[in-house]
């Protein structure tokens, strides 16, 4: 990708030079990252460095690292990739270096490490230079040691020589690591002069690099045979050749040698270099490339830098992948599922594809550019299933169905006066269907608003969400169950009849005598009457085996379809060709038939799938409940637009609720959106979308979640978030995507689906063949030859009982169905579990990891006691928590939030009357910001440096020494269990604030049944050891790190994991400290009740802030687990013994399977998983 990206960038600078300065491009590796930095005469020395970035789980993650880093001077852009987990920083290297970047980012709480490379980087690093710089103020070797400790820690500071007689400091360093304006700027912090004009850092001019990816390297003699030929040729500086990578890294001299021949030597030792070679190519991604970048080399050093990813031989924007859903009818087993992933996994475009059997969903990333979701849906329905394409909803979108339209141009009338509303993006509308499908704006106006411009122009309109519907019948099974109870009673109507006939009525003499009737020379009343009933279910009923079939196998795969139509066909022509060669013979002996097997197996199978679809039904009662918890209708108050009084009240479609809506509730009422009481107060029951059983009080200020239902007393709300933004909608967003999701235990299931079929089909013929053969050595046969009909028939039978006995459907279903349950109990006990894979890692936790403020205690913090020292700065109590109060304001934390509280409840106000500026939080440490006072306060300093955090926090920055007896207090606190805050103004020690918390109730019991459970248990925490180790005392906690920052509680948790084989830990936290923990462990767990940064991160979601629903999350993921070995057990079971029954390895003994007897057990099967 990268050498792709440098050949184009290379091709677009050079169309550039014809008129503008010489620019130059390099590409180097330097450092665990890719650097591609431009130089331009007119310009600052500009360099885009690609730095790795572990942690990484959702789009709040790359928020956090692209402000951290956007924060930072000298920053020209930054675009930070999910999916490629790296950040690609544009900086000016005079200003800043990598290093201060790389340290902004981990602040953030996320790794920059890449392990693998940090040895080949080193090797290519170029970028070490000697300064000297002056130093004023030093005046003894305590000036000479405090310089030379400050910058010898520092990274990318190689030596350091500190001259007390000359007044200088000669360092040695690396200029990719850290700027020249730091090591100044340091040296400036410890207290002395740097006299000089500050300058960028000087910089070698590198040789050209690039990277080409080289093919067909086996072993380290590649390698070594690579390099030694290329270092033989004159003008090339450096080598790096990765076998893993499969690329060489070349620096040369472009004067004395051109990439072309570097590739020619490379080719000349035997591999391939595809890509570069391939000219035609490298001018199309030129082009492609710049359609959707902003690189110029012509007065800009750099814009933007987009990551490519390859998909087959076409590069793609990563923002360019599209994500399409698909409903998928007509799958039975996981053979189904795998023949559709294995078919499009391989088509050119497609990037993943994953297909839910229960849930009929199909998620497939693609390039829409090579292939559209429409070809997708195509492909599927050629492969045999019926495949429907889901429309997204998309953010601001609405499909209204509008009544009234006359014609066309009254349609173009309404489209153009819409166009015209503020807010209204886009509006296409389709006369045919009368629908209009709308973008808009929702910051500006709502659907409501929309409706209501509608129908100014006399016509009606509704929002058109049939989704919702569909998805409910899809996931009830609705049409399967109706579809295939209707076939199981048409071919039961049939198959009765056909039974009686050639089974019940010749064991009577007066039956036998109706069925004995030659009609014609061999053609009988009763094979006629069998035969003309049959028709109709192998062709009738039947038709949708052979549709399915057929495609199948035109696509060279096979299901369950298959096996079914090879059994009941060859029951089928079997008996029509011995009734047609009795007819036709001189003989005219009565046929052999048995077209009751082939009637009486497709009502067997259509009374499978009937059954099989009624409980598939059932797995997903949970999430069709959470789906019809939000009611169809709301009352809204309206307000007069001038007054704001409330003239009248309206009840509007619940799709219509805006964000600002008054819904008046009365008891009994479902809640319709999400909101805040504003008057009145209720008790709301939660249990279907937290779990939580008792009903919850509510009073005004207290949030509403939408879907609950109003049990007594009438309130009015404001809604805060409505439609696909409520809580519900999100929850049933979560489980879908969980039930969609795999378990790795499913592979298992999959990889045995890919092969069953075939195995079967073997056996069968096998078996057929097998027993012909016997037939003619063994003496004596078994039983069933000597009891009517010819050898070949009775092998024939055997053969279609080996067919239809086998049944993957057991062993597919044994995975998603005990997912599905199990999500949808857990959504409805306040458990959201976020796919098979989270549920699968639940049940091997050994270790649970718990934060501690807000996650073991209630976080209600608050201040206990505080003491001040501001006589030096002639501060008041209420000034200095005027101050502190400001800054705290700016801060997330709860620590922060309480403070922040306080001195607004001591000053009895609002809000702080200051500004805060250059405000900056370092993550488990503090924050540090300047606060300016406003009039409101006396004093004659209205401006205020700021420190607030931990001890280590304050002397890193400012050498801020503790005075010994704050020191002997805080000691005594933090053992009742109390948090310190310590605070610097102007650079001298202020104060210090504890604020105590409380641990929940059931802290203690969710400890003492995990410990029971066999769990270990272990606190983490932010706070200081003396009231970390209170805290945990309470709980029962042994295990406890305290002070440590959100990167050491990811290392812990990385340590925790590597202390013994198979340990799976778990992590307990909700806030956003937290998130890189949650991301590292096995299992995150995140309380609802915490960020939402925590909960994307997280694998669970807990919709409660009782911990004991960890026990109870864990317990869940062991029991459908040990559910899910079961049904494998059965389904195994199932095969091993049905098999080998129906082959007739038990004949001998008197044993075996009859065709419609194994139909009937195949049915069986799938219903009892």
């Keep these: 990708v990268h050498i792709r990206a440098a050949t184009i960038i290379e091709d677009l600078g050079g169309e550039s030079n014809a008129n503008e300065q010489e620019s130059s491009l390099t590409i180097s590796k330097v450092d665990n990252s890719q650097h591609v930095s431009t130089t331009n005469q007119a310009t600052s020395f500009i360099i885009v460095v690609v730095i790795p970035v572990r942690g990484m789980t959702c789009q709040s993650c790359v928020k956090s690292v692209t402000k951290a880093v956007s924060l930072l001077p000298g920053i020209s852009n930054i675009n930070v990739s999910l999916e490629n987990e790296e950040a690609t920083v544009a900086y000016d290297a005079s200003s800043i270096s990598k290093a201060r970047i790389i340290e902004a980012i981990e602040n953030a709480g996320f790794n920059t490490t890449s392990p693998q490379r940090e040895n080949s980087d080193a090797k290519l690093s170029s970028g070490n230079l000697t300064i000297t710089l002056p130093i004023k103020g030093m005046t003894c070797m305590s000036c000479v040691n405090s310089i030379t400790r400050a910058l010898s820690s520092v990274p990318g500071v190689n030596n350091i020589n500190v001259s007390l007689k000359d007044e200088n400091a000669v360092v040695d360093y690396d200029s990719t690591m850290i700027s020249q304006d730091e090591i100044v700027e340091r040296i400036i912090n410890c207290g002395f002069q740097v006299p000089i004009e500050q300058k960028s850092d000087p910089h070698d001019e590198m040789g050209k690099s690039t990277i080409l990816p080289v093919l067909g390297m086996t072993c380290n003699s590649c390698v070594n045979s690579i390099t030694n030929s290329l270092k033989s040729i004159p003008g090339i500086n450096s080598v790096m050749v990765s076998l893993a990578d499969e690329n060489a890294s070349v620096e040369y001299d472009e004067k004395l040698i051109t990439e072309e021949k570097i590739i020619e030597t490379i080719k000349n030792c035997g591999f391939d270099v595809p890509v570069v070679s391939d000219l035609s190519l490298k001018s199309s991604l030129a082009s492609e490339f710049a359609a959707f970048t902003n690189i110029t080399l012509k007065n800009t050093p750099y814009q933007e830098y987009v990551p490519l990813k390859t998909i087959a031989t076409h590069c793609v924007d990563l923002e360019k992948i599209k994500t399409s859903q698909i409903q998928v009818c007509g799958m039975t087993c996981a053979s189904c599922v795998n023949n559709i992933e294995s078919h499009l996994r391989a088509v050119p475009g497609m990037v993943s594809i994953k297909v839910s059997l229960l849930s009929e969903r199909a998620t497939v990333e693609h390039d829409p550019d090579v292939l559209d979701e429409h070809q997708i849906t195509e492909m599927i329905n050629g492969i045999g299933f019926k495949a429907t394409l889901m429309k997204?909803?998309?953010?601001?979108?609405?499909?209204?169905?509008?009544?009234?339209?006359?014609?066309?141009?009254?349609?173009?009338?309404?489209?153009?006066?819409?166009?015209?509303?503020?807010?209204?993006?886009?509006?296409?509308?389709?006369?045919?269907?009368?629908?209009?499908?709308?973008?808009?704006?929702?910051?500006?106006?709502?659907?409501?608003?929309?409706?209501?411009?509608?129908?100014?122009?006399?016509?009606?309109?509704?929002?058109?969400?049939?989704?919702?519907?569909?998805?409910?019948?899809?996931?009830?099974?609705?049409?399967?169950?109706?579809?295939?109870?209707?076939?199981?009673?048409?071919?039961?109507?049939?198959?009765?009849?056909?039974?009686?006939?050639?089974?019940?009525?010749?064991?009577?003499?007066?039956?036998?005598?109706?069925?004995?009737?030659?009609?014609?020379?061999?053609?009988?009343?009763?094979?006629?009457?069998?035969?003309?009933?049959?028709?109709?279910?192998?062709?009738?009923?039947?038709?949708?085996?052979?549709?399915?079939?057929?495609?199948?196998?035109?696509?060279?795969?096979?299901?369950?379809?298959?096996?079914?139509?090879?059994?009941?066909?060859?029951?089928?022509?079997?008996?029509?060709?011995?009734?047609?060669?009795?007819?036709?013979?001189?003989?005219?002996?009565?046929?052999?038939?048995?077209?009751?097997?082939?009637?009486?197996?497709?009502?067997?199978?259509?009374?499978?799938?009937?059954?099989?679809?009624?409980?598939?039904?059932?797995?997903?009662?949970?999430?069709?409940?959470?789906?019809?918890?939000?009611?169809?209708?709301?009352?809204?108050?309206?307000?007069?637009?001038?007054?704001?009084?409330?003239?009248?009240?309206?009840?509007?479609?619940?799709?219509?609720?805006?964000?600002?809506?008054?819904?008046?509730?009365?008891?009994?009422?479902?809640?319709?959106?999400?909101?805040?009481?504003?008057?009145?107060?209720?008790?709301?029951?939660?249990?279907?979308?937290?779990?939580?059983?008792?009903?919850?009080?509510?009073?005004?200020?207290?949030?509403?979640?939408?879907?609950?239902?109003?049990?007594?007393?009438?309130?009015?709300?404001?809604?805060?978030?409505?439609?696909?933004?409520?809580?519900?909608?999100?929850?049933?967003?979560?489980?879908?995507?969980?039930?969609?999701?795999?378990?790795?235990?499913?592979?298992?299931?999959?990889?045995?689906?890919?092969?069953?079929?075939?195995?079967?089909?073997?056996?069968?013929?096998?078996?057929?063949?097998?027993?012909?053969?016997?037939?003619?050595?063994?003496?004596?046969?078994?039983?069933?030859?000597?009891?009517?009909?010819?050898?070949?028939?009775?092998?024939?039978?055997?053969?279609?009982?080996?067919?239809?006995?086998?049944?993957?459907?057991?062993?597919?279903?044994?995975?998603?169905?005990?997912?599905?349950?199990?999500?949808?109990?857990?959504?409805?006990?306040?458990?959201?579990?976020?796919?098979?894979?989270?549920?699968?890692?639940?049940?091997?936790?050994?270790?649970?990891?718990?934060?501690?403020?807000?996650?073991?205690?209630?976080?209600?913090?608050?201040?206990?006691?505080?003491?001040?020292?501001?006589?030096?700065?002639?501060?008041?109590?209420?000034?200095?928590?005027?101050?502190?109060?400001?800054?705290?304001?700016?801060?997330?934390?709860?620590?922060?939030?309480?403070?922040?509280?306080?001195?607004?409840?001591?000053?009895?106000?609002?809000?702080?009357?200051?500004?805060?500026?250059?405000?900056?939080?370092?993550?488990?440490?503090?924050?540090?910001?300047?606060?300016?006072?406003?009039?409101?306060?006396?004093?004659?300093?209205?401006?205020?440096?700021?420190?607030?955090?931990?001890?280590?926090?304050?002397?890193?920055?400012?050498?801020?020494?503790?005075?010994?007896?704050?020191?002997?207090?805080?000691?005594?606190?933090?053992?009742?269990?109390?948090?310190?805050?310590?605070?610097?103004?102007?650079?001298?020690?202020?104060?210090?604030?504890?604020?105590?918390?409380?641990?929940?109730?059931?802290?203690?019991?969710?400890?003492?049944?995990?410990?029971?459970?066999?769990?270990?248990?272990?606190?983490?925490?932010?706070?200081?050891?003396?009231?970390?180790?209170?805290?945990?005392?309470?709980?029962?906690?042994?295990?406890?790190?305290?002070?440590?920052?959100?990167?050491?509680?990811?290392?812990?948790?990385?340590?925790?994991?590597?202390?013994?084989?198979?340990?799976?830990?778990?992590?307990?936290?909700?806030?956003?400290?937290?998130?890189?923990a949650l991301a590292a462990a096995n299992v995150g767990i995140a309380l609802c009740s915490g960020t939402d940064i925590a909960m994307e991160a997280a694998d669970i979601v807990l919709m409660r802030s009782d911990i004991t629903d960890v026990v109870a999350a864990i317990d869940l993921s062991r029991t459908i687990l040990r559910r899910i070995r079961y049904n494998f057990i059965w389904a195994c079971m199932y095969n091993i013994v049905g098999i080998p029954l129906a082959m007739g390895f038990f004949l001998p003994w008197g044993y075996h399977l009859h065709p419609m007897m194994a139909g009937a057990a195949m049915a069986c099967s799938s219903v009892s998983v």
């Design 392 to 1076: 997204p909803k998309q953010e601001g979108t609405v499909d209204l169905q509008i009544f009234g339209m006359r014609d066309s141009s009254n349609a173009d009338v309404i489209k153009r006066e819409l166009g015209k509303v503020s807010g209204i993006l886009n509006v296409s509308i389709d006369f045919s269907t009368s629908i209009a499908t709308i973008q808009f704006d929702k910051a500006l106006l709502g659907i409501r608003d929309i409706v209501n411009h509608i129908e100014g122009f006399g016509v009606n309109a509704l929002v058109n969400d049939n989704s919702q519907k569909i998805q409910l019948e899809s996931l009830t099974r609705t049409k399967e169950i109706t579809e295939w109870r209707s076939s199981f009673y048409r071919s039961l109507m049939f198959a009765i009849p056909v039974f009686l006939v050639s089974m019940v009525l010749p064991e009577f003499g007066w039956g036998s005598n109706l069925v004995d009737i030659e009609l014609l020379p061999g053609i009988y009343s009763g094979d006629l009457i069998c035969l003309i009933l049959t028709v109709p279910v192998q062709f009738g009923v039947g038709r949708r085996f052979y549709e399915t079939s057929f495609k199948a196998l035109k696509h060279r795969s096979t299901t369950m379809d298959v096996l079914i139509v090879l059994g009941t066909t060859s029951a089928f022509v079997f008996s029509s060709f011995t009734m047609l060669y009795a007819l036709i013979s001189s003989e005219h002996k009565r046929p052999s038939v048995f077209f009751d097997t082939s009637t009486m197996l497709i009502t067997f199978v259509t009374l499978g799938r009937y059954t099989e679809n009624l409980a598939k039904g059932k797995t997903s009662v949970a999430l069709s409940k959470l789906m019809s918890l939000t009611p169809t209708t709301a009352l809204i108050l309206i307000k007069d637009a001038k007054t704001g009084e409330i003239t009248g009240e309206k009840k509007i479609p619940t799709e219509l609720i805006q964000v600002g809506d008054i819904v008046r509730i009365v008891p009994g009422d479902k809640i319709p959106a999400d909101g805040t009481v504003i008057s009145g107060s209720s008790s709301v029951d939660e249990s279907m979308v937290t779990g939580e059983a008792n009903a919850v009080d509510k009073k005004i200020g207290d949030i509403i979640i939408g879907g609950t239902v109003n049990i007594r007393g009438a309130f009015e709300m404001e809604v805060t978030r409505s439609g696909s933004d409520t809580a519900l909608s999100q929850i049933v967003k979560l489980v879908e995507e969980a039930q969609t999701s795999k378990a790795p235990i499913q592979q298992f299931a999959d990889t045995v689906a890919g092969y069953f079929v075939p195995v079967v089909i073997i056996l069968g013929v096998l078996t057929f063949f097998g027993w012909m053969i016997l037939s003619k050595v063994m003496d004596p046969l078994p039983d069933v030859f000597e009891q009517g009909g010819s050898y070949f028939m009775v092998c024939l039978k055997l053969c279609i009982s080996v067919i239809v006995v086998a049944c993957p459907c057991a062993l597919g279903l044994s995975t998603p169905t005990a997912v599905m349950v199990g999500t949808g109990v857990g959504a409805q006990n306040g458990i959201l579990i976020k796919g098979g894979e989270s549920l699968e890692a639940g049940h091997k936790v050994t270790k649970v990891v718990f934060d501690k403020t807000g996650t073991l205690t209630k976080g209600q913090l608050e201040v206990s006691y505080f003491e001040l020292m501001t006589d030096n700065l002639d501060l008041t109590k209420e000034v200095f928590f005027a101050i502190v109060g400001a800054a705290e304001s700016f801060s997330e934390h709860p620590l922060g939030v309480s403070i922040a509280n306080y001195g607004k409840a001591l000053l009895g106000i609002e809000a702080y009357d200051a500004q805060v500026k250059d405000f900056e939080s370092l993550t488990g440490m503090g924050i540090k910001c300047t606060v300016i006072l406003n009039n409101a306060y006396s004093v004659s300093e209205k401006t205020f440096d700021i420190l607030i955090g931990n001890a280590q926090y304050l002397s890193q920055h400012k050498n801020i020494s503790i005075p010994k007896s704050i020191d002997e207090n805080k000691e005594a606190q933090e053992r009742l269990g109390r948090t310190s805050v310590l605070v610097a103004i102007n650079n001298e020690f202020a104060g210090i604030i504890f604020l105590s918390d409380t641990i929940k109730p059931e802290s203690k019991l969710a400890v003492g049944a995990l410990s029971n459970m066999g769990i270990s248990v272990v606190m983490v925490t932010g706070d200081q050891l003396l009231t970390a180790q209170a805290i945990a005392s309470q709980c029962g906690i042994t295990d406890v790190h305290a002070g440590v920052s959100p990167k050491g509680k990811t290392q812990i948790i990385q340590s925790l994991q590597l202390e013994g084989k198979g340990n799976v830990v778990a992590m307990v936290g909700d806030g956003i400290n937290d998130s890189p």
